[in-house]
Every structure is written in C-alpha cells, then in structure tokens.
C-alpha cells in the first residue's frame, strides 16, 4: 500500500468562519488520517515562500496579503492518493466553478477568498510540508486495516 501526504491549509476566512471543524470532517470521514496540525500566525515570508510560483501574477501581493490576514489552520493528511483525492474533496480554485460537495463549492464564492488550500501534486505537497512543518510530523496510524484491504 503508498501511502500519500498532502498539505491542506484552511486560510484565514475559514478560520474566521468557523469552518475548520467542517473541513476537518470532509477529510476524516473519507479515510484520510492526519498526520499534523497547528494554528498558526503566518509571516510573510513563509506566505511568500509557499506561493513563490505565483510572484508574477498580478493577484499575488493581495494573495499574500490574505494569507497573512490571520491565522491558519495548517495540516498533513496522509493516505492513498491523498494529493488528487484531496483537491477533489477541496474543487476548483474559482469557488464559482467548483462543484456543489466540494469545500469550495459548498461554502465559498470569489476566487481571493476560496478558503483552503491544497497541494497540487505529490511533488509540491513534499516542499510544502517541508515550509510549514520543518520540526517533522507526529507519528498516528490508525487502525489502517478498516481503510484499506492490503
Ligand atoms: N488566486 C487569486 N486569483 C486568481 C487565481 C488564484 O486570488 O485569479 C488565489 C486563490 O486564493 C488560489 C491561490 O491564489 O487558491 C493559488 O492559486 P492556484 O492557481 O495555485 O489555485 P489552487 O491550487 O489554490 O486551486
Ligand atoms: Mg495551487
């Protein structure tokens, strides 16, 4: 069995929305385990560092701003095919396209407020645990054998 680790971030509207608890729900009831948590006061370089791949777009300073805004709810969520599978539970980045089900389409509306955040590939989802959780992640393992037949 790979076992896959994605970074999901709920940003700062979420936090102020009160919709942790939901996200967290989405994921867990999947089959998803998590394998780190913590609320956090970003700074502003390390909200650069993780959107460094959008400096030049024009929304990036607002995007940065945003992210800085106030706390975040930054997590690793492991399990099988937890990157793809994970930008599905989230839906598209415009939250107006995103389907009905999908954290942004269920619960969001314009683009610069999409409320979470997903690695878009096994790859980024490795440097972005790297940025947020530098200390290491904890070691749960739940009982896999109700998830997953082998
Ligand atoms: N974003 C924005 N305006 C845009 C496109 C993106 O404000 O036109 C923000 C939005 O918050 C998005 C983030 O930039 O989630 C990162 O963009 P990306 O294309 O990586 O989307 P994501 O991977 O979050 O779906
Ligand atoms: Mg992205």
Redesign the pocket.
Known sequence: MSLEQTFIMIKPDGVARGLVGEVIKRFEQKGYYLRALKLKNVERELAEEH?VD?KSKP?YP??VE?IVSGPVVAMVWEGKQSVVTGRKIIGA?NPLQSEPGTVRGDFCID??R?LI?GS?AVESAKREIALWFPEGLSNNKPFLKWIYES
């Open positions: 959107y959008l929304f607002g995007l945003y980045t683009v610069g999409n955040h878009d």
